[in-house]
């Protein structure tokens, strides 16, 4: 079945250190997001890739980045963790702009920071 | 101002009943869509229904069911005969516009619903 993949599912970093979430998918889509969600919160939008082109949020930090190197891949990178940044991370895919097609999510990644 | 607002933080159903999860948008956009997830609490996002600005009839998915009073600006979700493994966190979220490389969408704060017996 086409879907969305996270790994890991849960990955725990010492706090500083830098930790890299990986997203892949089979749905061949254009867009592909990054959401940070606390506990009991809603998701977030960190940033989105179309295609090649890179969308970064306003209100995100620097310490988040973010790569594409293809159509299936997208790598969340959180450079010096801080207790702050504990979170879901979910990543999410979609076909393009306008359409009324969902966003098809992971399982996404728990982050916990020692 | 918020774009979504889901005003019930918790809700409770009994069994085999219906329940209504409210949602209200505010948007000066004309194109729009509106979205429904469950998020159980394994963390997964399971898209459940979609509503288009200028769908003329309620959208339907099995036992969801999405009330959209445009004048209104509400998409509320309604599961009918509700299950035990309804019990999860109900989020709405909302597409604006068509142009734009994004397809954005912005979430409400969600609803926790526990289905008893």
């Known amino acids: 079945d086409a879907m969305v993949i996270q790994n890991p599912r849960y990955q725990v970093t010492q706090f500083g250190k830098p930790v890299t979430l990986s997203c892949s998918q089979t749905l061949n889509h254009n867009v592909m997001y990054w959401y940070q969600q606390k506990s009991s919160q809603a998701p977030k939008l960190l940033f989105h890739?179309?295609?090649?082109?890179?969308?970064n949020e306003a209100d995100t930090p620097d310490n988040f980045q973010s790569r594409r190197p293809n159509t299936s891949f997208c790598f969340l990178d959180i450079r010096s963790p801080g207790l702050g940044d504990a979170a879901m991370y979910l990543c999410?895919?979609?076909?393009?702009?306008?359409?009324?097609?969902?966003?098809?999510f992971g399982d996404g990644t728990r982050l916990s920071i020692l | 101002a918020q774009k979504i607002t889901q005003t019930q933080p918790g809700m409770f159903v009994q069994e085999k009943e219906a329940v209504t999860l409210d949602c209200t948008y505010d948007?000066?956009?004309?194109?729009?869509?509106l979205f429904w997830y469950k998020q159980p609490s394994s963390g997964e996002m399971i898209f459940l229904i979609y509503?288009?600005?200028?769908?003329?009839q309620n959208a339907t998915e099995g036992r969801y069911s999405l009330n959209f009073q445009k004048a209104r600006k509400s998409a509320n979700l309604v599961i009918s005969a509700s299950q035990l493994g309804d019990s999860a966190m109900y989020f709405c979220a909302m597409r604006e516009g068509v142009t734009g490389g994004g397809n954005k969408l912005t979430f409400g704060t969600g609803t926790q619903l526990k289905v008893e017996l």
């Open positions: 890739y179309y295609d090649k082109d890179f969308n």
């Open positions: 509503q288009g600005s200028y769908d003329q």
């Open positions: 999410a895919t979609a076909t393009g702009p306008g359409s009324n097609q969902p966003q098809h």
């Open positions: 948007t000066s956009d004309p194109s729009y869509g």
